[in-house]
């Protein structure tokens, strides 16, 4: 078919690579402008531009969809259908209608629970087993749309956000395929989402990314997994020239004893408000992730010592 891809990250640029594999013509490819990054204010590609880029495919990349300019150029591509993954922007009617067959997005929840633009972090956060990716058509109501075509996936005790997104992009690009087809053949079957259940994945605050240590250790090791490792929960310890930000990127609730933030052992076992988070990855500020054995040489935290 012809079709316009619309998205962002890395999950959406894996789809579009599966689309372009599976032989569809596409017509056009959008992404979110990039903004500058890093002391040297550096304006990368993101993953979805670069792959097309890749590809020499045609590409744009609107400040928004709402635009005239933006709705005429979207009609004039004459497209049978329209895939969205993690665009990041909301689209108007005008855009929704245009292609032939409707537009349809990608949504990395079993929905209605997780509308919104963090389902895989919010899942993991709250303590989710099961999510999945869905299929759906779009329509005006955030991530409201009837449901196409569904995956399950099952969330390990260890899982972290960057460990999701990857499994979901490889089922979801694989979803994507099979549905598309289905779709051009007229085989597709549409079912209406429950009014029941509804819950919204907004979008992460930096806020959130600071580790309460008074709070249940289930909960924070949920919240270490969920934000890994992008934008990483952290906190503060002190170092020989002062506070120290470090993320923690990987970790596992233990058992374990003391004043919330109080470290128990020579192994980066913290307490919390109930039972200890141990932390099995972390990063200082400005160095690379590393491992418990190796972080501990290069920034020990001696038991007693109490972080925030």
């Not at 569809?24 to 590609?45: L, T």
Request: some cysteine; glycine content about 10%; aromatic content about 4%.
């Amino acid at each position: 078919m012809r079709i316009a891809f619309l998205g962002t990250p890395q999950i959406a640029a894996d789809c579009l690579a599966a689309l372009a594999r599976a032989g569809h013509e596409i017509a056009c490819v959008y992404s979110q402008p990039q903004k500058p990054r890093g002391r040297g204010q550096v304006v990368r590609p993101s993953p979805v531009e670069a792959l097309a880029i890749e590809l020499a495919l045609p590409i744009r990349l609107p400040l928004s969809m709402r635009d005239t300019e933006e709705v005429v150029a979207f009609r004039a591509l004459d497209l049978d259908a329209a895939i969205v993954v993690a665009f990041g922007q909301i689209l108007p009617s005008e855009v929704l209608e245009a292609p032939r067959l409707g537009s349809f997005n990608l949504h990395a929840s079993l929905l209605p629970r997780w509308r919104g633009a963090a389902p895989i972090q919010r899942a993991i956060m709250a303590g989710d087993t099961v999510t999945g990716v869905q299929v759906m058509r779009m329509t005006e109501g955030l991530d409201e749309g009837p449901i196409v075509a569904s995956a399950t996936l099952r969330i390990d005790a260890a899982e972290t956000a960057g460990s999701l997104f990857e499994r979901a992009a490889e089922a979801g690009a694989a979803l994507l395929v099979e549905t598309l087809a289905k779709i051009e053949a007229g085989a597709a079957r549409e079912t209406p989402q429950a009014h029941e259940g509804v819950t919204y994945a907004r979008k992460i605050r930096s806020a959130e990314a600071r580790i309460d240590w008074s709070r249940p250790a289930a909960e924070v090791d949920r919240q270490i997994r969920g934000l890994s490792p992008s934008p990483g929960a952290w906190f503060e310890a002190h170092g020989a020239k002062g506070p120290v930000r470090i993320k923690a990127l990987i970790s596992r609730a233990e058992d374990g004893s003391g004043a919330p933030g109080i470290v128990l052992d020579d192994h980066l076992l913290i307490a919390c408000g109930e039972g200890a988070v141990r932390l099995i990855k972390a990063q200082r500020e400005g160095k690379a992730a590393q491992g418990t054995a190796e972080f501990v040489r290069g920034f020990p935290l001696a038991p007693g010592t109490r972080v925030s």
